[in-house]
Nanobody
Framework: QVMLEESGGGLVQAGESLRLSCTFS????????MAWFRQALGKEREFVAT????????YYGDSVKGRFTISRDNFKNTMYLQMNSLKPEDTAVYYC?????????????????WGQGTQVTVSS
């Protein structure tokens, strides 16, 4: 069974940076496309970024383009999200997700496994 665990969230001020990590276990990591989604209080889950099995097929949501960078290390079974120039509107629970059938998708239904989430809070 695939397990995902996010880490790295916290409280920062606007303009600062954070790096989230997602550790993957249970199956061969390189078989899965990975993604980050986020959900703010009272809002729907929002696509943040995705990376394909080999590190290509990278896409970002419009609200984070130019500020966030997604990456993965298939030797460490870990995906990352470097978040720079954080804004208060980036405040949300951030979830990592893994999917075996699709690559480059921004559709949450295309991901089979999800982590529990990590809270990111950006103060103004």
């Amino acid at each position: 069974q695939v397990m995902l665990e996010e880490s790295g969230g916290g409280l920062v001020q606007a303009g600062e940076s954070l790096r989230l990590s997602c550790t993957f276990s249970g199956r061969p990591f390189s078989n899965y496309a990975m993604a980050w989604f986020r959900q703010a209080l009272g809002k729907e889950r929002e696509f943040v970024a995705t990376v394909g099995r080999s590190g290509g097929h990278i896409y970002y949501g419009d609200s984070v383009k130019g500020r966030f960078t997604i990456s993965r290390d298939n030797f460490k079974n870990t995906m990352y999200l470097q978040m720079n120039s954080l804004k208060p509107e980036d405040t949300a629970v951030y979830y990592c997700a893994a999917g075996i059938y699709y690559s480059g998708s921004d559709n949450s239904k295309h991901y089979d496994y999800w982590g529990q989430g990590t809270q990111v809070t950006v103060s103004s």
